[in-house]
């Protein structure tokens, strides 16, 4: 039987896939942190001056 090169590229397959959306979901936790982080710093304690 040649099911042995269908296992190794629906492995291959899998794997590209599996990567692809650990990609995504770190860039997009990423963004998400620095979105977070940015409205707290801009929404901060007020100034003792002003």
């Given at each position: 039987?040649?099911?042995?090169?269908?296992?190794?590229?629906?492995?291959?397959?899998?794997?590209?896939?599996?990567?692809?959306?650990?990609?995504?979901?770190?860039?997009?936790?990423?963004?998400?942190?620095?979105?977070?982080?940015?409205?707290l710093r801009e929404a901060g304690p007020p100034r003792a001056d002003g």
């Amino acid at each position: 039987m040649h099911l042995d090169g269908f296992g190794s590229v629906a492995a291959t397959t899998m794997v590209a896939v599996v990567m692809a959306d650990l990609h995504v979901e770190v860039v997009a936790g990423a963004a998400a942190w620095l979105a977070g982080w940015w409205l707290l710093r801009e929404a901060g304690p007020p100034r003792a001056d002003g």
